[in-house]
């Protein structure tokens, strides 16, 4: 296609000075990627930064540097050099995100006063994400954290799991703890079919109890909470079945991961 | 040897107060006269200024080198701001925009005083503009400095759009020559 038009209005756009439908237009073929105006409004930028720098310089009135310098001062303590915590690292990562977005979005919106709508519901699409992100970022930490206070504790066991009938590929590991539960992390356990959910088992001298039920991922990898028996009676064998997805009270489907006994 | 504007930028994206200072000290002095050139008041143009700076340093961390130099980075956020000031002023006053020679007269926050001196001012701002001819010239002002879109601009001047068009890309062209050139 002819590209001639557009560089008719990426002269006027650098300038300000492009509206209506030629706006929305030419934004759209920036947004496709165009390298040609890119650079072109890149160069144009450059020759109006040195059309700036061809005036006299003037020194602004020195209260605004100082307003600048105390703004800074009392409002950027997340940014004065000291490593954050590894924990708040995550969050801290995901506060940036959030922030640059809304600036960006900020900084378009205003520029772009027709399109502030659209960029609006963007950046709030982005930063409902973000969230989302971090609420489950922040679940992974609380499992994580759970599982290395439960391993510093004497009491607490690791207790294999095998593949048995349907998954003889699987395998799982329960860290338990008498008193407090546990979690139990299985492997190459194929998804659960629809309406299904695989139920976890806690068995001792009486009937199993249920633990939960929890799905696994497409790499066939899950991670469950286990809670603690009444009383801390002791666990014989940690089971798992397949069961429909809402969980049962005594098991009914096939058995695909066991401890042995 | 002066540190580099965008290595100022990649220390104040670190928090470095210290480059910050410097980076207003080099800059600052680039934009003042284009925002008070454009806003015409100097307390206006103080806030935007304020808010331009305080927007670079919040952003620092998105600054890539290779988009443009950290003063085309400046000069384009001011005007940006500067512009949005006079938009929102107009909005305000519900008036249109200012007569075609207050708007592009030059910047009103010179002392008033000396006619000579002034008139050697104007000359220099506007050497690099001077050197266009007066229809491009013109545009270009209208469109940079008083904000006018191309559509506004063909009205003010009684000229078909194409022809706003044409004018503003020559003239663009033509500036770009004349920067390259001069000193």
Known sequence: MNHEPYDTLAATYALGALDGEERVQFERHLADGCAVCEAALRASAETLAALARSAPPMVPPPRVKEELLHRIATTAPARDGRRPRPLVWAAGTVAAVIAVAAFTGAFVAARYEGRLGHMAREAAALRARVQRDEAALQEQIAVYRNVVDLLRDPQTQIVTLRGLGPSPGASGRVVWHPFNGGHVFVANLPSAPTGKAYEMWTIGDAAPQPAGVFQVDTAGRGTHRIPPVEGGKPVKVFAVTLEPEGGVPAPTGPMVLASSK | ?183
């Open chain 2, 1 to 183: 040897m002066a540190t580099p504007g965008a290595d100022l930028v990649k220390q104040m994206a670190t928090g470095d107060r210290e480059a910050f200072g410097r980076f207003y000290d080099r800059y600052a002095p680039v934009v003042f006269p284009l925002i008070l050139r454009i806003v015409r008041e100097r307390a206006d143009a103080s806030d935007v200024l304020q808010e331009v700076f305080w927007e670079a340093w919040r952003s620092a961390d998105a600054y890539d080198p290779a988009r443009g130099s950290p003063e085309a980075w400046m000069v384009t956020r001011a005007r940006t701001r500067a512009i949005d000031r006079i938009r929102a002023t107009r909005r305000r006053s519900e008036t249109f925009v200012a007569p075609l020679d207050e708007a592009v007269a030059a910047a009103p926050g010179e002392p008033p005083g000396d006619a000579a001196e002034r008139a050697e001012h104007r000359g220099t701002i506007r050497s690099a503009l001077d050197r266009l001819p007066d229809a491009q010239r013109e545009v270009i002002e209208l469109a940079y400095y008083a904000g006018l879109t191309q559509t506004e601009i063909a009205e003010r001047l009684k000229q078909p759009l194409g022809t706003v068009k044409t004018r503003i890309r020559l003239g663009l062209e033509r500036l770009r020559e004349v920067v390259k050139t001069s000193p």
